[in-house]
């Protein structure tokens, strides 16, 4: 019993912590747009007019301000890749609309209008097929935001607690076996959804994916311009790079599966 409250307390300081996490600003991505220089304070109204009245480069130049000054938001980086994909800018619509994605994965907006920029790449790569509930598990991960993770967190070990309390107080063995059950259960859905949490978490600060951002870029067999040329690939293709300590240069890895090095000059970070 001591056992069980002792995790409960745990918990309670762990599920707490990704719960500040969410308010802190996360740290701001530098952006290879110049920045238009503003002789007055901006705001979320004047890029939402620009747009609608279709300056689209005005209302990017604006969100850009607006992100550097607030920081990162999934809603300023969906409504950026909205300004570059009616410009045409397939490539940095795409790249906006990965770092939406990757801080509210659960948006079915962003999800969509990712996959409708991707429509208009030139690379069409075919992932490599994986474990059943690799895919699974990937999927439910992705299903929620850390906000949302964190409040599901918070609920599911108030609903332990409170059930562990009827286990304890309430005679009736009935009662018992009901408080029981509701708090393993509870208590199971608290660990994951923290976990979860902390993943995605962890994606956030720790960023391996990046998006082809030159028209064209030859992947090396080397870190090296004399290295064998394996494959190219076009601006707007999503890769991860899987080695980053070189100034020029990182190793990449495609979801079909192929390997090499690219140019850093080539990607921009997601």
Same mark, same amino acid.
């Given at each position: 019993m001591k056992r069980i409250l002792s995790i409960l307390l745990t918990l309670t300081v762990v599920v707490g912590s990704f719960a500040q996490g969410d308010t802190l600003t996360l740290p701001s991505i530098a952006s290879a747009d110049t920045t238009v220089a503003a002789s007055e304070p901006v705001t979320k109204a004047m890029a939402d007019s620009a747009y609608t009245h279709e300056r689209y480069a005005e209302a990017a130049a604006i969100y850009r301000q607006l992100t550097d000054s607030l920081g990162e938001s999934a809603q300023l980086y969906f409504n950026l890749g909205n300004c570059y994909y009616r410009q045409d800018s397939i490539a940095r619509a795409i790249? $906006? $609309?990965?770092?939406?994605?990757?801080?509210?994965?659960?948006?079915?907006?962003?999800?969509?209008?990712?996959?409708?920029?991707?429509?208009?790449?030139?690379?069409?790569?075919?992932?490599?097929?994986?474990?059943?509930?690799?895919a699974v598990y990937r999927s439910l991960v992705l299903s929620l935001s850390i906000t949302e993770w964190a409040v599901l967190a918070i609920a599911m070990f108030i609903l332990a607690l409170a059930a562990f309390c009827l286990y304890l107080f309430v005679p009736s063995i009935a009662s018992k076996k009901i408080g029981f059950t509701v708090a393993l259960i509870a208590l199971l859905l608290c660990i994951f959804a923290n976990v979860a949490a902390f993943q995605q978490r962890s994606h956030i600060q720790h960023r391996t994916g990046a998006v082809v951002m030159s028209p064209s870029a030859v992947v090396k067999s080397?870190?090296?311009?004399?290295?064998?040329?394996?494959?190219?690939?076009?601006?707007?293709?999503?890769v991860d790079i899987i080695d980053d300590t070189m100034r020029e240069w990182v190793e990449i890895h495609m979801s079909d599966g192929k390997d090499g090095w690219l140019s850093r000059e080539n990607i921009e970070v997601i």
């Open positions: 790249l $906006y $609309y990965e770092r939406a994605r990757l801080l509210d994965p659960s948006d079915d907006d962003i999800r969509l209008n990712l996959e409708m920029a991707r429509f208009k790449t030139v690379d069409k790569v075919v992932p490599a097929s994986e474990m059943f509930f690799v080397t870190p090296s311009a004399s290295g064998t040329d394996l494959f190219i690939l076009h601006e707007g293709t999503h």
